[in-house]
């Protein structure tokens, strides 16, 4: 299209292009701007001709703009504006400005859209939607009106990429896009900031209870199945919702409260929404502060390993330690396991934390076998986690050359839970540990869902009965059933079975009349640090010594 009130130029120029049977273009000359703004709305301009006087109209007028110049002067090429074509120009020439000016276009648009949007879904991508959302809260401080961010995030969906492989996966994301365009309007804005996490800006709901409806509406529509296979899969979402300004004033902020709502959303079962609330700000604070706090305990040696001892019904002999971790904090004093094994789960500081943990246990056992005490099995937990860790096998090796110990006395104690998350990388791992010469424990049966068949096919040494059905075996006779039940299903396993939590002498003769091998408890001792350790295992063994002389009966070993 040329721009132009000179009807003899653009004569010429048809006739020159006419002259070239195979060209693709054909000249039409618009005299005003307003008219060819019309036409190029339409789509049905490729690229201007413009003289000087018109390029300023054209600054933004979304197709390719040549300078149709008086004078073969092509000083003004290469200011990345306009291309520039002499009037002259032959017929070849102009062909070629075209289709130059045409795709460079073309190629300038294609990258731009890729900068900007998600290359699958076509939604915005994070430093656009983050682009949309400034513009956005600067249109609601302008005119009063109320925006809102919402965070989502999917439940559940490494699974589908990690079992039905990633095509699935990009259809259920172009599929989550599809829905939640039918229930937002055109001038919401979706955002994808993730593999699996989307964001919204909806601007001008007027009313709470309208963002209420929005929010229902999105978790509704993430609840249906989504179809894979032509089977139908749920997954859900957790969505986290942030106010401006109350949520926040920033961009950053704004993401961030949303992204913090969501995770306390995901506390919950099923497709969730919540709105973000100052509580949960400080409590992230101190999360993230309990957290930095973890990760320097591991540097400066912060930790401890206490041992509880495990006794033998038959002789009453101590014949097992089982070593759990303890943090010194500096501000809190001494924190049992419960109070940061989650975080350190959740964060991966597991891994490092459960190999120190292995690294102390076999370092203790070595001392107290140079201290001429009677061999003990010294049991560390170990997490899922670090089980599949890659590290694992060679670190364990490494490590029992270096302290020189027998791997007899090592002993894992393993979760019914984590043994029956992947049976198969579990048991292959489980064979080259006991390659090594170390045994394996089943820690808290009873609380997993482990078949006697399963159980059957691991290399595992004893069964830990959980400390909950222990606790009433004095007083409720189905109790000391479901306990006895257990024992004997250990002992068709050929497994020595120890009883967790025996607090009380009446629940320690119940479990030696059911036929169980080891107790361990606090009726025996609480966990103990490595040097109380000592002084106990000396005074127990004195003790020991003199009740076999006043008597032989091997009850009065134990009290």
Same mark, same amino acid.
């Given at each position: 299209m040329l721009l132009d009130s000179d009807h003899g130029a653009f004569v010429q120029l048809c006739r020159r292009l006419s002259a070239v049977k195979s060209s693709l273009f054909v000249l039409?000359?618009?005299e005003s701007w307003h008219a060819l703004q019309t036409e190029i709305n339409r789509g049905e301009v490729q690229a201007v001709l413009a003289r000087a006087e018109n390029l300023a109209l054209l600054a933004d007028c979304?197709?390719?703009?040549?300078? #149709?110049?008086?004078?073969?002067?092509?000083?003004?090429?290469?200011?990345?504006?306009?291309?520039?074509? %002499?009037?002259?120009?032959?017929?070849?020439?102009? &062909?070629?400005?075209?289709?130059?000016? &045409?795709?460079?276009?073309r190629l300038r648009s294609a990258l731009d859209h890729a900068a900007s949007y998600d290359a699958l879904t076509g939604t915005?991508?994070?430093?656009?939607?983050q682009d949309r959302l400034k513009q956005g809260m600067r249109r609601a401080l302008r005119t009063n009106q109320p925006l809102a961010v919402f965070f989502i995030d999917l439940d559940n969906f490494r699974h589908v990429n990690d079992t039905l492989g990633h095509s699935a996966g990009d259809d259920i994301i172009c599929e989550?896009?599809?829905? #939640?365009?039918?229930? @937002?309007?055109?001038?919401?804005?979706?955002?994808?900031?993730?593999?699996?996490?989307?964001?919204?800006?909806?601007?001008?709901?007027?009313?709470?209870?309208?963002?209420?409806?929005?929010?229902?509406?999105v978790t509704n529509e993430m609840a249906e199945p989504f179809t894979v296979n032509r089977e139908g899969l749920l997954l859900g979402c957790s969505v986290g919702i942030a106010t401006y300004p109350e949520g926040g004033q920033t961009v950053d902020s704004l993401l961030l409260h949303a992204n913090l709502a969501m995770l306390q959303a995901k506390g919950q079962r099923g497709c969730n929404f919540h709105f973000y609330d100052e509580r949960i700000n400080l409590q992230a604070h101190s999360l993230i502060e309990f957290e930095s706090a973890l990760r320097q305990a591991l540097r400066r040696?912060?930790?401890? /390993?206490?041992?509880?001892?495990?006794?033998?019904?038959?002789?009453?002999?101590?014949? +097992?330690?089982?070593?759990?971790?303890? %943090?010194?904090?500096?501000?809190?004093?001494?924190?049992?396991?419960?109070?940061?094994?989650?975080?350190?789960?959740?964060?991966? @500081?597991?891994?490092?934390? +459960?190999?120190?943990?292995?690294?102390?246990?076999?370092? $203790?056992?070595?001392? /107290?076998?140079?201290?001429?005490?009677p061999p003990v099995h010294i049991a560390v937990n170990m997490s899922f986690r670090q089980f599949?860790?890659?590290?694992?096998?060679?670190?364990?090796?490494? /490590? @029992?050359?270096?302290?020189?110990? $027998?791997?007899?006395?090592?002993?894992?104690?393993?979760?019914?839970?984590?043994?029956?998350?992947?049976?198969?990388?579990?048991?292959?791992?489980? $064979?080259?540990?006991?390659?090594?010469?170390?045994?394996?424990?089943?820690?808290?049966?009873g609380t997993g869902f482990s078949s006697f068949v399963h159980l059957h096919?691991?290399? &595992?040494?004893?069964?830990?009965?959980?400390?909950?059905?222990?606790?009433?075996?004095?007083?409720?006779?189905? $109790?000391?059933?479901?306990?006895?039940?257990m024992i004997d299903m250990g002992h068709s396993l050929g497994l020595e079975v120890v009883a967790e939590g025996v607090e009380q002498r009446e629940q320690l003769e119940v479990l030696r009349s059911l036929g169980c091998e080891q107790v361990q408890g606090y009726f025996i001792s609480p966990a103990l640090s490595f040097d109380e350790l000592c002084y106990f295992m000396?005074?127990?063994?004195?003790?020991?010594?003199?009740?076999?002389?006043?008597?032989?009966?091997?009850?009065? @070993?134990?009290?």
């Open positions: 039409e000359r618009q979304g197709v390719p703009v040549i300078h #149709l110049a008086n004078e073969p002067d092509f000083s003004g090429i290469g200011n990345g504006r306009h291309d520039t074509l %002499w009037d002259q120009s032959s017929s070849s020439e102009i &062909i070629r400005c075209f289709q130059y000016a &045409i795709e460079r276009h915005c991508n994070r430093q656009m939607f989550v896009v599809s829905r #939640l365009r039918s229930v @937002l309007r055109n001038t919401d804005t979706i955002g994808r900031m993730g593999s699996d996490e989307f964001a919204l800006v909806i601007e001008d709901y007027t009313t709470a209870s309208n963002l209420l409806q929005i929010a229902q509406k040696s912060e930790f401890e /390993l206490h041992y509880q001892p495990r006794v033998e019904l038959s002789t009453g002999n101590i014949v +097992g330690l089982e070593g759990l971790i303890r %943090w010194r904090h500096p501000e809190r004093g001494l924190l049992g396991p419960n109070e940061f094994i989650p975080l350190a789960e959740e964060t991966g @500081l597991i891994v490092p934390m +459960g190999y120190w943990v292995i690294a102390r246990a076999c370092h $203790d056992l070595a001392r /107290l076998q140079k201290m001429g005490t599949q860790d890659s590290r694992l096998l060679s670190t364990v090796k490494r /490590l @029992l050359e270096r302290t020189g110990i $027998d791997p007899h006395w090592l002993e894992f104690e393993l979760t019914e839970t984590a043994v029956m998350q992947q049976p198969e990388q579990v048991l292959m791992t489980m $064979d080259g540990m006991t390659g090594l010469g170390v045994r394996f424990s089943l820690d808290d049966f096919s691991l290399p &595992i040494n004893l069964l830990k009965i959980d400390r909950s059905f222990v606790k009433g075996i004095a007083e409720r006779t189905a $109790d000391r059933q479901l306990v006895g039940a000396d005074a127990y063994s004195m003790g020991r010594d003199e009740a076999l002389k006043t008597s032989n009966k091997v009850s009065t @070993l134990i009290s």
